[in-house]
């Protein structure tokens, strides 16, 4: 039996770039905003790229934003789509889907340039999603919001402050980084959330 995996439509720029990952490791996705499609699949990619308010308006008027917070199967949030698992963000001062009990912060000003954008390391693993023996292994991030070190934390990285660079809590898992523009670490990341 080939696995199903639903690849959640919205206005997102890396879909495709998540749905050649997945090709590479021989499975081919279904970019969709179906409510059975998605509720049927093995695996949901819930990927991200854009504002937090204009996304969470499509997911609303469609009735996906009740879906994904009630599935039963293993659901990969990655970028935007971890920081809309959370219950708030301080982007547009926007209220999410409320999965992780977390508020999105962004980086303070003044710092380092923001956003936070290129290759960083992953200084502390743990929970199902990535293997342990990635830990200091380098993958890649654009982003300006941040979610900090908390309960839901199976990966911590750090730029100014410490933050979740993975999540985890019962069937959702999530990255702050792009595992499908993570080169080996990310392939190995997404093969885990595939055989969980």
Known sequence: MKMKVAIIKYNAGNIRSVDHALKRLGVNGV???DPATITSADRVI???VGEAGTTMK???????DRLLKGLTQPVLGICLGQQLMCSWTEEGD???IGIFDQVVRR???GGLKVPHMGWNSLDRVEGELIPAGLKGSYVYFVHSYYVPVCEDTAA???YMVPFSAAMQKDNFYATQFHPEKSGDPGEIILSQFLEL
């Open 46 to 48: 819930f990927p991200g």
């Open 31 to 33: 970019v969709t905003d």
């Open 94 to 96: 926007t209220t999410c």
């Open 156 to 158: 911590e990285s750090s």
């Open 107 to 109: 980086f303070p000003s």
């Open 58 to 64: 499509y997911l609303q008027e469609r009735g996906l």
